[in-house]
């Protein structure tokens, strides 16, 4: 079992990477094998809306091939669970991860075909059908947005056919912590964290059982 987990933050050794990383080690406590990916330094394009990736010529790749994101993508493709963490930026995620969101529609295509849906009949599977995905949000203020951000997250994973867990406390992990490094005084918020890693690590071993 292979459980990769995505920290969104542009800011490297903060603290979503600390709760990305609490959640990966439960992971592993289970048995997985863990990749951590950071956004942070990484070179990341937002999706220009050139629709490349929608014509059969394409085979459902991405036109910006010069940065970071085919490198991620090949590594989820291979996880069995996916762990998304965020830090709360205006009451959302932040922009890294958001391009990485919206590229991974070349996740929904394959060989330029778009897969079989209501309404658009044909085509394989999403690629990232039945991985199971959990979401982690760390913000500065108390109510400062964890909970949209979460679900940001989760409706990603739902629009790529990921199963979705949340934590046994609620649709995943949620965090207080502003000032770099912060989030490892916030023993709540990493409890939050450590239960999503159970979570995707329980349920991906089941489905590949
Ligand atoms: C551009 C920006 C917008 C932010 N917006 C919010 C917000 O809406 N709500 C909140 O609680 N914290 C907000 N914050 C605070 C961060 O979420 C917080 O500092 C978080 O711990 C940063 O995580 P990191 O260390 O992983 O980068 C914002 C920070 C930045 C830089």
Redesign the pocket.
Known sequence: MKIVGI?G???AK??????VREALKAASEMGAKTEFIALSGKKIKPCNGCGTCRTENSKGTCAIKDDDLPRIYEAIKEADGIIV?S??????V?AQLKALFDRSVILRYSKGVPVDRPGVPGGPEFLLKNKVGGAIA?????????LFTVNSILQWMLMQSMIVVGNNYGMGGS?????????INDEIGLAMAKHVGLRVAEVAGKIIE
Do not use: H
């Not at 903060?14 to 709760?19: E, K, M, Y």
């Not at 830090?87 to 959302?92: A, N």
């Open positions: 920290s933050s542009p800011r903060g603290n979503t990477d600390i709760l963490g830090p709360v930026y205006f009451l959302s932040t760390v913000g500065g203020g108390r109510d400062g947005g964890q965090a207080k912590a502003g000032t770099k490094g912060d989030a």
